[in-house]
């Protein structure tokens, strides 16, 4: 769960050198419909990166704009009853463009929300806790939107602007897409003026400025002033 409420003892530490990398590849959906479910994900942009019939088995496997991550549906891949799988995450730069997108593409998204105490507004079970409107201040981690696909499988956008310390390594600091780099690099414009602001005249090596901007930003670490 992406959350800055939740943590753990040594959360913030950073793995050994030496510590071999796991990273989440693919996620199984049940689907009644795997046609459906295809069409579904598609329009919402999702590209498709294999349907694959093998036997008795059918795998379609698709992946969200700017994601590592995919999702996988098919015949005979799991036991999971359809649309058992609820709250998966799926991480946006701007919460209200992401859900006006995907309204626009057809999907049933409620409006944004935030959850005026805690974080379990956000989980379908608690919907009578949200308040209308993104978090204050737009706090990262702090605004959600809802949809469900046509078996009834849950998502959740989130918006997260600013990673917690030790959530990313400088070290892999990425942009996916020119609208995320473009959004990052807006906030650091606004960020380098105030910095500008503050030592009275134009910072020539505004080059470097933003740049360390742009890393402490992703990483968690301490924004440069």
């Given amino acids: ?54 036997g008795n088995v059918r795998l379609v496997q698709l ?39 995907l309204a626009r593409r057809g999907a049933e998204v409620t409006e944004v929300y935030h959850c005026p105490s805690g974080f379990a507004c956000r989980f379908d079970e608690w919907a009578g806790d949200r308040a209308d409107g993104a978090a204050g201040e737009r706090a990262s981690y702090g605004s959600f939107a809802s949809f469900k ?23 892999e600091v990425s942009f996916r897409t020119a609208g995320e780099l473009a959004e990052a690099l807006r906030r650091a414009r606004a960020a380098h003026g105030e910095h500008e602001r503050r030592i009275g005249e134009a910072d020539a090596s505004w080059p470097d400025w933003y740049a360390a901007y742009l890393v402490a930003e992703q990483s968690g670490a301490q924004l440069p002033r």
Avoid: H
């Fill in 63 to 101: 992946t969200p704009p700017g994601s590592a991550c995919s999702v996988q549906f098919g015949t005979n891949l799991v036991p999971a009853p359809p649309g058992s799988a609820q709250a998966t995450y799926l991480v946006v730069p701007d919460i209200t463009a992401a859900r006006d997108d």
């Fill in 149 to 171: 696909d046509p078996d009834g499988n849950g998502w959740l956008l989130q918006e997260v602007t600013t990673r917690l310390p030790g959530r990313v390594s400088t070290s």
């Fill in 1 to 54: 769960m992406s959350t800055s409420e939740e943590s753990t003892p040594g959360s913030n530490v950073a793995p050994e050198a030496n510590s071999l990398d796991m990273k989440l590849e693919v996620v199984v959906i049940p689907v009644s419909d795997v046609d459906r479910a295809k069409e579904f994900y598609r329009g919402l942009g999702w590209r498709l990166d294999a349907d694959i019939v093998a």
